[in-house]
């Protein structure tokens, strides 16, 4: 592909992927054929034990698969050299146990994401004041996550996640501990996300409720998808 | 947020596991201080012994275990004397005795009188002894200071009572703090005759007195030559098992510290797996979370470090102060010994902790965010 070309390839392309663990006896994924273009919301709904998060943790390169090939913009995972700089750059990810560190602050656990980068410390100190008021949390932004309420929480979560501008969010049962009110919060922001920033959003949910709000739903079944 | 504002936080974060790993260097740091301090006092304390005679260089016997044991009979001065190069040899003998509580080693130096001289003696009061008087002594004016006594006094030594006959002054502090008797008396006294412990050699001016050392060295292999402190284990080999004691024990402080707070940060591991793999789950680099790990185990060992030395000022005091050691040990604080207690600190802290942090650094992400 020339360098005027442009890439119409989908943001996220993978084929026959399989995760067999170290037993060789499960498979979490077996052969899984998923692509999702860029921009677009997807959800990965399906039961306990199918292999969503599996998938969702190759796809952020927090884990290698046994076969397969996965692309993710121009990184092709299964011949990364450097996973900690594909992540930090690429990828924001929200988890269902919001994962802050407690003795940081809501601004400190937005930068401590941008450590890795090259930005000064005053613009990261400013990045997250300025992430932290997107997800409307500027008054609480010196309040430990023991001090906030489970939605202000995953908010800071979300914050986090975009610190580093990432061209793919990874959300990992987001809404799993909110109330309703907290959830349809966060899935505002998600849309936000996706329509103000064109950021492929990948999320995995139980929640049919929460899934109905993306573009698309992929349901999975034994390691493999089944509704495409 | 800095690295340094995050360290401090996570230190701060776990008080006890923090106060454990400082005291651990602390302890460490203490030890290996005092005993430098302690060594370097007695270093400094047996080469004192060569500065009195103001010579460019000092003749003892080889290989004996203390200086003070060295010696040398009159043939051997002789012989020294009628070196090429040598201007002047004096023979001198050294002795040690308890005057009292606050003298347990006090030094008496056996001169004859027409060595008094050159030995860069000058006599402040009285006159000086005779050279075969029985009962005859010289007091250094910080001595008689000490010790309250006056030319006509008499002062106890040896078993017997000596007339001060004069006070002298040889400009070195720890001459000044003896007393001399002549030479016949003092081998007397101590069933020597004949021996001197060492010989205080003045070069010809003009000459290298480097070059005349090595020429005498060479003539004389059953002697050894002594011009700084640091050849002072030449001749006194108890100081060099000693240093060699003091450097043995702080490779196995390192050691026995390192290990300490190996085992007190891989407890902390265990205790932030989520957070290490969070922080990798989130793009840290491996060498970051190192440096995290790493960085904070230094501060402690920084913090440790000072302690260290506060409590071994402390402790050097308080040794020298007890009765058995009061006037025999005196401190040197040195650069040397500050150095020695923090690459004791840091050493410890980067051994011990570069174990964790490597595991820290290479959990997986996905099982260190689901451990428990």
Redesign the interface.
């Known amino acids: 592909m020339s360098e005027h070309d442009v890439d119409t390839r989908p943001m996220i392309e993978t084929h026959d992927v399989r995760k067999i663990y170290a037993d060789g006896k499960v498979a979490a994924l077996d052969g899984v054929d998923l692509s999702v273009s860029a921009g677009e919301f997807v959800a990965i709904t399906g039961p306990s034990g199918c292999g969503k998060s599996t998938l969702l943790?190759l796809l952020?390169a927090?884990?290698g698969p046994t076969s397969g090939t996965i692309r993710v913009g121009s990184y092709e995972l299964q011949h990364l050299k450097n996973a900690?700089?594909?992540?930090?750059?690429e990828?924001g990810?929200v988890?269902q146990l919001h994962?802050l560190?407690p003795?940081?602050s809501a601004?400190?656990n937005v930068?401590?994401?941008m450590?890795?980068s090259d930005r000064p410390?005053a613009e990261?100190?400013r990045r997250a004041q300025s992430l932290l008021r997107d997800v409307g949390l500027t008054d609480l932004s010196d309040r430990r996550p023991t001090q906030l309420s489970g939605g202000e929480r995953q908010r800071v979560a979300v914050a986090?996640a975009l610190a580093?501008d990432p061209s793919v969010l990874y959300a990992d049962e987001p809404t799993g501990s909110l109330d309703s009110r907290s959830v349809s919060t966060v899935l505002g922001l998600f849309e936000r996300l996706r329509t103000d920033h064109g950021v492929t959003i990948v999320l995995v949910t139980h929640d049919v409720a929460v899934a109905a709000s993306a573009d698309r739903t992929v349901h999975m079944l034994d390691g493999r998808i089944v509704e495409p | 947020?800095?690295?340094f504002s995050?360290v401090i936080?996570?230190i701060w974060?776990k008080k006890a596991r923090s106060t454990g790993i400082a005291l651990a260097v602390a302890l460490a740091v203490m030890t290996v201080v005092t005993l430098t301090v302690v060594s370097n006092g007695l270093e400094n304390a047996a080469a004192a012994v060569l500065t009195i005679g103001k010579a460019d260089f000092t003749v003892a016997q080889k290989g004996v275990s203390d200086i003070l044991y060295s010696s040398l009979d009159n043939g051997q001065v002789a012989q020294i004397q009628s070196t090429p190069g040598v201007k002047s040899a004096v023979g001198v003998l050294l002795e040690t005795e308890r005057i009292n509580a606050a003298n347990p080693l006090f030094i008496e130096i056996g001169i004859q009188p027409s060595d008094l001289e050159s030995f860069g003696v000058t006599i402040l009061a009285g006159t000086a002894y005779g050279p075969d008087a029985p009962n005859e002594v010289m007091l250094g004016w910080r001595a008689a200071q000490d010790l309250g006594l006056h030319v006509g006094d008499q002062f106890k030594a040896n078993g017997t009572s000596n007339t001060v006959v004069g006070i002298y002054s040889t400009g070195i502090s720890y001459g000044d703090l003896g007393a001399m008797f002549p030479l016949p008396a003092l081998q007397a006294y101590n069933r020597v005759p004949g021996s001197v412990t060492l010989v205080f050699v003045k070069v010809v001016p003009g000459l290298s007195v480097a070059k005349v050392q090595a020429t005498f060295e060479a003539a004389h292999p059953e002697l050894t030559t002594i011009r700084t402190a640091s050849q002072f284990g030449r001749a006194d080999r108890n100081l060099v098992f000693l240093k060699a004691a003091v450097t043995g024990s702080t490779v196995l402080a390192i050691l026995i510290g390192a290990v300490i707070v190996g085992n007190t940060m891989l407890l902390s591991l265990f205790e932030r797996t989520?957070?290490f793999g969070?922080?990798?789950?989130?793009?840290?680099?491996?060498s970051?979370v190192v440096a995290l790990v790493v960085s904070e185990s230094l501060i402690l060992a920084l913090i440790g470090s000072a302690i260290g030395v506060g409590l071994s000022i402390a402790v050097a005091a308080g040794l020298e102060s007890l009765p058995q050691l009061n006037g025999v040990l005196h401190s040197s604080f040195t650069a040397e010994a500050f150095w020695r207690g923090l690459v004791v600190g840091l050493g410890m802290a980067i051994l011990g902790s570069l174990y964790p942090a490597i595991r820290a650094a290479n959990l997986?992400?996905?099982k260190a965010?689901s451990n428990e």
């Open positions: 943790s952020a927090l884990d900690d700089r594909f992540r930090r750059q990828v990810l988890f994962n560190l003795r940081l601004l400190g930068e401590i994401a450590m890795g410390r990261r100190a986090r580093n | 947020m800095t690295h995050l936080g996570n974060a989520r957070e969070l922080l990798r789950a989130i793009g840290w680099a491996r970051r997986t992400p996905v965010l």
